[in-house]
């Protein structure tokens, strides 16, 4: 079974300097996609940013980024800029590729808390 | 384009009764997940509709249940309620291409007395 990981309960950054949110994951699957969701104090859960496994570019969106390690199974969140809306948990997830029948795994979540 | 919707945003119930709880998904979205966050557990999948058809459950009991209407709305039932159902139910939903991600509602928080 895979499984996600995020060894980071709680981080703190001051706004407007860059934070790294770390994941790693373990899979014998060669097809699969990573996503980092961010679920704020109103509980819905946003889509941040996805990276194909099949892709070596990593993805960014705006002022978040990734940086995709697929030989070491990691995948980091980088935030640059961050501002006071970021603060939320965010959670890593796995999905296997091929419309699988499986849900999404998720990490057990890293609470970022911006500083002013 | 609207998001997922879902209702109730809150439902209050006490041990041993039934809860249901609904999930519209973005229009043109044909396929609908169930979710289960619950305190100290984490985010767990619990059931996927498809076409209609209930494609696969996660390690949830038999008391949890579903359907997917044709209008692609879902409809998701747990039965026998015990304290430890109380938790954010979140639904989602995909689009065909890529169905590989996926969209959520706000969730409906269940409290279980």
């Known amino acids: 079974a895979q499984t996600v990981t995020q060894s980071q309960p709680e981080m703190s950054v001051q706004e407007a300097e860059t934070v790294t949110l770390s994941c790693t994951y373990d899979?014998?699957?060669?097809?699969?996609?990573l996503f980092w969701y961010k679920q704020p104090p109103s509980r819905q859960m946003i889509l941040v940013i996805r990276?194909?496994?099949?892709?070596?570019q990593n993805a960014t969106e705006n002022r978040f980024s990734v940086n995709f390690q697929k030989a070491a199974k990691s995948f980091s969140l980088k935030i640059s800029d961050s501002q006071l809306g970021d603060a939320a948990m965010y959670f890593c997830a796995y999905k296997e590729g091929g419309g699988g029948a499986d849900g999404l795994t998720f990490g057990k979540g890293t609470h970022l808390i911006i500083q002013p | 384009e609207a998001g997922v919707t879902q209702s109730p945003t809150h439902l209050i119930k006490t041990r041993g009764q039934q809860a249901t709880l609904r999930c519209s998904p973005i229009s043109g979205h044909t396929s609908v997940y169930w979710y289960q966050q619950a305190l100290g557990l984490g985010l767990q999948f619990l059931l996927w509709?498809?076409?209609?058809?209930?494609?696969n459950r996660g390690n949830f009991p038999p008391r949890f249940s579903g359907r997917q209407f044709p209008n692609y709305s879902s409809e998701l039932n747990v039965n026998a309620l015990e304290l430890e159902d109380s938790a954010l139910y979140l639904c989602?939903?995909?689009?065909?291409?890529?169905?590989?991600?996926?969209?959520f509602g706000p969730g409906t928080r269940l409290l279980v007395l």
């Open positions: 509709y498809d076409e209609g058809e209930e494609r």
């Open positions: 899979t014998s699957e060669s097809d699969y996609y």
């Open positions: 989602a939903s995909r689009p065909d291409r890529p169905k590989e991600t996926q969209y």
């Open positions: 990276q194909e496994a099949y892709k070596q």
